[in-house]
Nanobody, 124 residues
Framework: QVQLVESGGGLVQTGGSLRLSCASS????????MGWYRQAPGKERELVAA???????NYADSAQGRFTISRDNTKNTVNLQMNSLKPEDTATYYC??????????????????WGKGTLVTVSS
């Protein structure tokens, strides 16, 4: 049963923008932290950004100031607006849903649901 579906990936030049969207089932979206991860060839999957059900967003250092995560609670979607893209942003981007534990100023995420991913390629 497909529960997270990403869209919006593609090819873009350095400095360009893309907007990724993830459609979720209501049951997952309503109760969970939503996040975007990415995995580049030969590298481990890494968190890009996450947002709680209350709208608190958290970003990886590489995404801070360039990417914006948002959630539309009426449409059960989470979006990732990516600006000023760089070749090192090239990766498959995955939507995820799960829980978060805050420890001091940081969050630890445990994602239980994953989409199949959408490819983002940034050309130099």
């Amino acid at each position: 049963q497909v529960q997270l579906v990403e869209s919006g990936g593609g090819l873009v030049q350095t400095g360009g923008s893309l907007r990724l969207s993830c459609a979720s089932s209501e049951s997952i979206f309503r109760r969970n932290v939503m996040g975007w991860y990415r995995q580049a060839p030969g590298k481990e999957r890494e968190l890009v950004a996450a947002i709680t059900s209350g709208g608190t967003a958290n970003y990886a250092d590489s995404a801070q100031g360039r990417f914006t995560i948002s959630r539309d609670n009426t449409k059960n979607t989470v979006n990732l607006q990516m600006n000023s893209l760089k070749p090192e942003d090239t990766a498959t981007y995955y939507c995820a849903a799960g829980s978060a534990v805050r420890i001091g100023s940081t969050y630890n995420y445990a994602m239980n649901y994953w989409g199949k991913g959408t490819l983002v390629t940034v050309s130099s």
